[in-house]
């Protein structure tokens, strides 16, 4: 398994995490029936046109330990995704349930269910690889406040952009594998693919093998086989999928908000020219836009552009009694302004928004 994992390209710190217990036995596959969850119809992500999110949905945490009695659940993802102009981002983000819980080795088997999100949404320029992990982390006096806060910051950085991700992406992971360990001791199943299938869907993972994980569906809580027994070895379930919008866009574009609130400071139409050229390059350059919201975007802001014109063409005469722009009042109108763009309503012949 370390060799497969290795040329899959995969990091020697990955590899000795993503050493599976039992044995290294394991079976994956799509899931084929899922009530439980709202449908993802197995569409393909064309790259540069999608928004890619992967979602826990259900784990099983089922084997004991020898030692300590006292489990948290934790998910781990790393993921490594392509980007269209920079060098490929890191990700490493986990999760636990939504209240930290500590489970007792008389609770093991225990099935919790919720949407955590592991990653994105991302735009998919490519092929992603992948490693999820279900680990029972055994309980400690800082256990739960340490893996409390590396799920906060998970949750911001594995939803935020590549590029604002990229200052803590390192002391994360540091941080993920300190209370992982190297895998054996914690690790219940887990998962790794060089690059994940390009389609949405729900995929389980069993710490078993010979499982026809295609024949497995999720329902009334529980996995079960193909014969509608339920499965007693610890698995996850994920899902992954695709929309063509992402909230807070303005937040994916790093330094659009400070040079678009100088807008509103300026005095002359050459200088909001000037800015509005920067706002352009930073739309053009950024890689957590799809190629239809980067055009979008800069669509948008050319009409607040013409808009910002017009009062400056009416204000030149009344230029002298205008106050100082106050530089805080500037950002937050920025935010404003800014979230108020929905990049799916259309702009007219005019340039203008019609909706």
């Known amino acids: 398994m370390p060799d497969l994992l290795k040329a899959l390209g995969i990091g020697a710190d990955v590899v000795r995490d993503v050493l599976f217990d039992e044995q290294n036995l394991w079976s994956f596959g799509r899931l084929s029936d899922t ?48 980007r269209l102009l920079a060098d490929p981002a890191q990700f490493s983000t986990i999760t636990t349930p939504t209240e930290l819980e500590a489970i007792s080795k008389q609770d093991l088997g ?12 991302l ?13 029972a982390i055994p309980a400690a006096d800082l ?15 594995g939803m935020g952009a590549l ?20 895998g054996r001791e914690t690790m219940e199943v887990g998962y790794a693919v060089g690059a994940l299938e390009a389609r949405t869907g729900y995929f389980a993972v069993v710490g078993a093998n010979g499982i026809d994980v295609s024949t497995c569906r999720l329902a009334d809580r529980q996995l079960v086989d193909g ?20 909230p807070d866009w303005w937040s994916s574009v790093p330094g659009l908000i400070p040079t678009y609130a100088r807008a509103a400071g300026v005095r002359s139409i050459q200088d909001l020219d000037d800015i509005e050229r920067e706002c352009r390059a930073l739309i053009s350059a ?29 204000a030149e005469d009344r230029e002298s009694f205008r106050p100082e722009p106050d530089e805080e009042a500037m950002v937050r109108n920025a935010v404003n302004e800014l979230s108020s763009i929905r990049l799916s309503a259309p702009i007219d012949s005019r340039g203008l928004p019609t909706s």
């Open 286 to 314: 950024s890689d957590d836009l799809t190629r239809e919201d980067r055009k979008r975007a800069r669509e948008h802001l050319a009409s607040r552009f013409a808009e910002r014109r017009e009062e400056l063409k009416l």
């Open 163 to 182: 590029a604002a991700a990229a200052p803590i992406a390192e002391s994360l992971r540091l941080g993920i594998y300190a209370v992982t360990g190297a």
């Open 227 to 246: 014969a509608g027994k339920p499965i007693t070895a610890p698995w996850f379930v994920f899902g992954v999928s695709a929309s063509t919008e992402i």
């Open 143 to 157: 256990a739960a406040p340490y893996l409390a806060l590396l799920t906060d910051v998970s949750s911001k950085v």
């Open 110 to 121: 225990r099935v919790i269910f919720g949407e955590q999100p592991l990653l994105g949404p």
């Open 35 to 82: 009530p439980d969850l709202p449908e993802l119809t197995g569409e393909d992500i064309p790259a540069g046109e999608r928004y890619v999110t992967i979602t826990l949905h259900a784990q099983r945490v089922a084997h004991g330990r020898k030692v300590t009695t006292t489990y948290y659940p934790a998910v781990r993802c790393l993921a490594t995704a392509k």
């Open 123 to 135: 735009v998919y320029w490519g092929p992603l690889r992948l490693s999820i992990a279900l680990h």
